[in-house]
Every structure is written in structure tokens, then in C-alpha cells.
């Protein structure tokens, strides 16, 4: 029983988007319900994984019983345990904010999130490099929907670019799919690694351009520098607890960038073993210092958090570039971070523009909000994490990460690191004090926040103290994940040993 | 064989681009499936060109095709072909939402020029 639980992630979330099909338009009480319930089970399933992947085994799934290296597989190690349940947890903070009533603007709301997270789950799950493309689709074509959710005009506008984009890079991934599978004759991401190393020198050239055609088509996912000009208008114009999600979906690119080049392109793959590495640092150190300048330059609080998302990538990005354990401990502890940190920054930014009427998320002095003392607290706590002041979790994490870079790579690294966490801090005392303190006083009778709206925002932004006081296990589980990752060799234990035996799933 | 195979699908996937990059919603929309026309065939053809091949291991065949290909390119053919469907209602709500087919909107660029 204990070994299909695997798959539950995936099953879960479609069984309920599927469940909400049904009488689409009926009354949204038992869709909240459905929704809120199946979204706490998938936490629970996944901090089960969590505890099961600890015990350092690399587990996988073969579906149909079809055994690896001809099935599709999924794999559960640390790293996707990890992945999954930051997924599961960010996702019940945005469908409890959802509930407040963003869920009733547009038809089918929990349907598309639930589906949405099936594809999610699924990406980080899977040990099959075309089952991933799947998966990305599925996630993507939820997001589109979303996306679009509560229509209006600058929605719609912003849905095509991401659309049209994202069409474009599939059919990329496409391509460089069918290059791998041309020169390996496989799609098992595990197999795929140990065909790669002992391929045939004439092939090389050919997959290398698959390679780097596949950095690209994550690079759109991630929004690394050349690739991001989709992302602060998506971001921003999409509806709160949606954006709140679409932090994760930055990550999903990151994830993909760590997990295919560490494992097939990692240090066992020959001749080309680490190849993109030196290209990711130069990229990842650009977007970082962009993403500064973007967050100075942000006139909205929306696209301010979008920009923020952008100079955590970059910093993502650098950590994994360095290709070490100790970067990649540094960059899962940040990457649990920032995920919930911006989350809750897009959900708070919705809350004060709901309150403040007519000035919205603009940063300009205008009325000020309904109950400022407790969304200045929020603002204040969650401006802190971004930025990395301490005591808070984004602190640590940017911490653990400057440690973790050898002489060579400080004086980069560290200054623009620094740099554009400044550039973060200055942005946000502007905003702040524009919102909070440079405002007129605000109406004792407008909008408050709803019960629903403050659970979610404390399930967010509430994670990061709590994050620095759990600092302690969370660190030795993200070491150990890092471990884990560059343990090639257990990977090809765990996975390809069985198939002779007949597997024993 | 190889080389006119090669030769559609490259102009195919030359037609799509520059289709795609197009300043109107309908001319990007043909683009993109006409992309994802020539992405199947490259897919289809990366197990290698096989004609009269069987698919299925049958009994007395020694000659195959390579099935992987064949269902993958089915998989990205379904996916592609929502997609499809999907951009299309897109664009048409993009011309009904903003009343022009640009994929940038003009009136907003000039809108911030004046200001």
C-alpha cells in the first residue's frame, strides 16, 4: 500500500479537478469544500513521502508494471518529496484565499487548480523525460485557463503573449526531445544518463544542441535573463491566488534545469559532463542583476513581487550552475523560501489593493488601508524574508548560499547577490512607506479582510519565521537531498538494477 | 527519402517561425500549428525512416519500424491539437476584449506616450 502512494500526488488532484466537472455551474460551497479538503490531503500524502524518501532509498513506481528503462517510471527521492510538498503547501494557501471569493469571478476555478497541481506534481514526480513534457503541458494548459480567470482586458492581452510563448517552447521541448531520443534510443531519464556517457564521438554535436535546446525551453519556464519578458505582465495581471501559485511554476524550470543536468548532463556524463554549467552562471548572474533593476523601476506592487520572483530565479540559477552539495543544499533551502515568501507577497499585495479602492496596488500615497496595523505587519514581515534581513528565512537561505562559494566565485556572486537584495530593500521601504505611512487615513468602514484571505496570508508568510526556528531539520534534510542528487550511481542502482530480476514492484 | 523529408519539414518549420512572429493574432496562431506540423514530422522521424516496417513484434517479421516515435508523435499530436482549439478561442477574445487583433496592443503604447 505504502509503495502507490507514489502516484497519489498525481491521482489525487485529478480526481478531484474531475469531480468539479461534474454540474459545473452548481453552488460553490461544496467546491470550496472539495477543493480545501483534497488540497490538506495532498499535504498530508506528501509529508508522508517527505518522511518515506528521508530514509535516503530511491523509490520508484512503475506504472503499468512496465519496468524502467521501457515504462514510464516515477521516482520519488528527496528532492521531488521536497518539490512536492512546498507544491501541496503553497497550494493550500492560495485556495483558502481563494475561497474569500476570488473562486466565484470566473466559472471553474477549483476545477483548473486542482488539475493545475496534477500537472505540478507530475513534472517533479516523473523519471521519464517525455512523461515530463506531458506533465508540463498539463500544467500549462491549466495556467492558461487561470491565467485568464475573472477575464478583463489586460488579462487577456497578457494570456496571448503567454500562450503564443509557451506554444513556441513546447514545441521546442518537442524538438529536443526528439534529438535525444534520436542519439540515446531512450527516454528514461536515468537510462538516458549512462547511454550518454558512452555514446558514439560522432553524435555528440547532435546532442549537445539538444541539450542546450533544452536549457532554452526550461529557460522560458524558469525566466532566466533573455527569456523572462513574459513573466511581469503574466504575473501581475493574473488574479491573486493564481500569481500566488505561479510562484511555483518558475520553479518547476528550475527543478527541470537541476534535475536533467545533473543527472544525464551531470558529472558522469563524459565528455560532457557539466557542459551547460559555465553558460547557466553567466545567465543566472544577468538575471540577478536585471531583476534589481526591475524591482527599482516596478510603479505597481504586483509587478514589484514579479520582479522579486525574477531575482530569485537568478539566484536559484547561480546556486545551481556551481554544480556542488553545498550551493544545492543552499538553493532548496532558499527555493522553499521564496516560494511561499513571494506566494504570500502576491495574496498581501491583493489584500491592501482590495483596501485601499481606488489607488489598487499602484505604489502612490492615496487612501490608506482598512486595518493597517495587521497588513503592515505582514508587509513588514514578508518585505523582510524577501529581502533577506534576519532573523528571517531569506536570510539563511542567502547566507547558506554566499558561504557555499568558492574564492573564484565570490566577488561575482557575492556583489550581485548583495547588490540586487538591496535594490529588494530599497523597493520595498519605498512601497511600504508609500502604501502605509505616506497615506491618508483610511475609511473605518471599507473592506476588511475576510477570514479566509488572513489564513491564507499566515499560511504564507507565516512559513518564514517558522522556517528559521525548524532551520535546523530543514537544513540537514536539504543537505542530504543535495547528496542525494549528485549520488549518480545510486540513482542507476535503485532504478536499472531490478529490470533483470523481473522488478519487484 | 531522407533529404526531402528533411527539406518539408525545415521549410514547414521556416513557414511556422516566420508566421508566428507576425504583429496579428491569426497569422501567429497559423504559425504555431504550422510549427507544431513540423515538430510531429521530426518527431516521427527520429527513430529513423523506415517504410513497410511492422510496428508490432509479430511472428516470421525480422523488418520493424520503431514504434516509440509513432507514439509519441500521437501523444504531441493530441496535445498540439488542443492547444490549437485553445489559441484560436483565445485570439477571437483577444479581438472581442480589445476590438484590434494586434497581438501589442497599439492604443496603450500610444496612451504612454503621451503621459
Known sequence: ?505 | MEALYATVTGFLAASGLYLALRGRTFPVVVGLTLLSYAVNLFLFSTGGLTTNGAAVIQEGVSYYADPLPQALVLTAIVIGFAMTAFSVILAMRVRGDLGSDQVNDQREESKEDKS
Open chain 1, 1 to 505: 500500500m505504502m509503495h502507490h502512494l507514489i502516484i497519489l500526488p498525481i491521482l489525487l488532484p485529478l480526481l478531484s479537478g474531475l469531480l468539479m466537472l461534474v454540474k459545473r455551474d452548481s453552488v460553490v460551497l461544496p467546491r470550496r469544500a472539495i477543493a480545501l479538503v483534497s488540497t490538506a490531503t495532498l499535504l498530508a500524502i506528501s509529508a508522508v513521502l517527505v518522511v518515506q524518501s528521508d530514509s535516503g532509498e530511491i523509490t520508484y513506481y512503475a506504472l503499468g508494471d512496465w519496468q524502467p528503462p521501457f515504462g514510464i517510471i516515477l521516482v520519488l527521492d528527496r528532492l521531488s518529496a521536497l518539490m512536492v510538498c512546498l507544491t501541496s503547501f503553497l497550494a493550500l494557501g492560495s485556495v483558502a484565499y481563494a475561497c474569500a471569493g476570488d473562486d466565484r469571478k470566473g466559472s471553474n476555478f477549483h476545477g483548473l487548480f486542482q488539475l493545475q497541481l496534477m500537472g505540478i506534481n507530475g513534472a517533479f514526480l516523473t523519471g521519464d523525460i517525455f512523461n515530463l513534457f506531458v506533465f508540463f503541458e498539463v500544467l500549462l494548459i491549466a495556467s492558461y485557463s487561470l491565467l485568464m480567470h475573472g477575464g478583463g482586458k489586460d488579462r487577456t492581452q497578457a494570456g496571448f503573449h503567454y500562450v503564443a510563448l509557451n506554444l513556441a517552447g513546447s514545441a521546442m521541448f518537442l524538438i529536443a526531445l526528439g534529438v535525444l531520443y534520436g542519439t540515446t534510443g531512450t527516454l528514461n531519464m536515468v537510462d538516458m544518463s549512462q547511454k550518454v556517457a558512452t555514446l558514439d564521438p560522432s553524435r555528440l554535436g547532435l546532442l549537445k544542441a539538444g541539450a542546450f535546446l533544452l536549457l532554452v525551453v526550461f529557460g522560458l519556464k524558469a525566466a532566466i535573463l533573455p527569456l523572462y519578458f513574459w513573466l511581469p505582465r503574466a504575473y501581475s495581471s493574473a488574479p491573486a491566488p493564481v500569481a500566488a501559485l505561479f510562484a511555483i511554476m518558475t520553479k518547476v524550470g528550475v527543478y527541470a534545469i537541476l534535475r536533467i543536468y545533473t543527472l544525464i548532463f551531470g558529472d558522469s556524463a563524459g565528455e560532457l559532463a557539466n557542459f551547460v554549467q559555465p553558460w547557466l552562471w553567466w545567465f543566472a548572474l544577468a538575471t540577478l542583476a536585471l531583476g534589481g533593476v526591475g524591482v527599482l523601476s516596478a510603479r505597481d506592487l504586483r509587478s514589484q513581487v514579479a520582479y522579486l520572483i525574477i531575482i530569485s530565479v537568478g539566484t536559484l540559477l547561480v546556486g545551481v550552475s556551481m554544480s556542488r552539495e553545498a550551493p544545492f543544499a543552499a538553493l532548496l533551502y532558499y527555493m522553499i523560501h521564496t516560494t511561499l515568501a513571494t506566494g504570500g507577497l502576491f495574496l498581501l499585495a491583493d489584500a491592501i489593493s482590495e483596501q485601499r479602492g481606488k489607488a489598487g496596488a499602484r505604489i502612490v500615497s492615496g487612501r490608506g488601508v482598512t486595518q493597517p496595523a495587521l497588513l503592515g505587519l505582514f508587509y513588514f514581515v514578508g518585505a523582510m524574508t524577501v529581502v533577506g534581513l534576519p532573523p528571517l528565512s531569506g536570510a539563511i537561505g542567502k547566507v547558506l548560499l554566499l558561504d557555499s562559494a568558492l574564492p573564484s566565485e565570490q566577488p561575482w556572486l557575492w556583489s550581485l547577490l548583495l547588490l540586487s537584495s538591496l535594490a529588494g530593500l530599497i523597493a520595498m521601504s519605498r512601497s511600504g512607506s508609500a502604501v502605509f505611512w505616506k497615506a491618508t487615513r483610511g475609511d473605518e468602514e471599507g473592506p476588511r479582510l475576510k477570514v479566509a484571505m488572513l489564513a491564507g496570508l499566515i499560511l504564507l508568510i507565516g512559513a518564514s519565521p517558522v522556517m528559521s526556528i525548524l532551520a535546523g531539520p530543514i537544513t540537514r534534510f536539504t543537505d542530504a537531498s543535495a547528496t542525494q542528487l549528485l549520488d549518480h550511481s545510486a540513482y542507476v542502482e535503485a532504478i536499472l538494477s531490478h529490470n533483470v530480476a523481473g522488478g519487484d514492484s
